[in-house]
């Protein structure tokens, strides 16, 4: 088994003349932590979108634990254990924090989410819903409905979903974006435990919690690869430092603000 489980090659991504991902090529090997990084354009989000297919790329090639998945679709792709959240919030908001979970977990019948079927027949899943539920401290919750949960909950709802999918590789879009200190915390202890036996790739903009979630981190600026390493020798790259000018620059010389 190879120790890398994703991998680019010279990925890159045109919107009529404009290039968003240019030319990247990352490793990320398998049971880590690992970051993408960079100011606000740097071409984040859409790197994610092209790894999990709601893009196809202009150029390039993703390979995903050994198997050429350029060309194929999202819910293939989200199938071979290859799963994503989002930035913004996606949670069913009339259902109950149990019934969102449960819904991931019919995927486990195929291509029908049975949302017709008596709901005895959907209590199957319960007893899997509220072990998800336990790990993302959301069992207290499971009977309200989601569009009551506070937005760090809610994040944490996503997280379990996500979990139902039983995912090899998870990426996380901006986990923690527009959280408070102790949404922050909870979050990052979260995705901690969840990462345990899986492989994480996240784009974060709060780089203390890059600081203590990753193994190692890549930096994109404008679209292309700026810089690689573990938190250490990236905080103190004097390029990623000017990457992010209009920022203040802490006393170990990363920007204060992501």
Not at 104 to 120: E, I, K
Not at 219 to 227: E, F, S
Request: hydrophobic share 45%; charged share 25%; net charge neutral.
């Amino acid at each position: 088994m190879s120790d890398i489980i994703l991998e680019t090659v010279g990925l890159t991504k045109e919107f009529r003349g404009f290039v968003a991902v240019s030319d990247v090529s990352l490793r990320v090997k398998r049971g880590t932590i690992h970051g993408l990084i960079g100011p606000n354009g740097a071409g984040k989000t859409t790197c994610f979108n092209l790894l999990t297919k709601f893009l196809p790329p202009t150029r390039g090639t993703i390979t995903y634990d050994g198997r050429d998945i350029t060309a194929m679709k999202s819910a293939d792709v989200a199938r071979l254990g290859l799963v994503r959240s989002f930035q913004i919030s996606a949670v069913f908001p009339h259902l109950t924090v149990l019934e969102n979970v449960r819904v991931a977990l019919q995927r486990q019948r195929g291509g029908s989410f049975d949302f017709w079927r008596a709901d005895g027949l959907l209590r199957r899943y319960d007893d899997r819903a509220r072990e998800l539920l336990e790990d993302v401290g959301l069992i207290p919750w499971a009977t309200i409905t989601a569009g009551e949960l506070p937005y760090g909950r809610k994040r944490a709802l996503e997280i379990a979903t996500t979990l139902a999918l039983d995912p090899v590789m998870m990426l996380l879009d901006e986990p923690t974006a527009g959280m408070t200190h102790e949404d922050v915390d909870r979050i990052v202890a979260l995705v901690k435990r969840v990462a345990k036996g899986r492989t994480v790739l996240l784009v974060e903009h709060n780089l203390k919690v890059v600081a203590g979630l990753c193994d190692q981190i890549t930096v994109l600026t404008r679209g292309r690869i700026l810089a690689e390493g573990d938190y250490a020798s990236v905080s103190r790259n004097p390029e990623v430092i000017a990457a992010y000018l209009g920022t203040e620059v802490d006393s170990v010389g990363v920007p204060a603000h992501g």
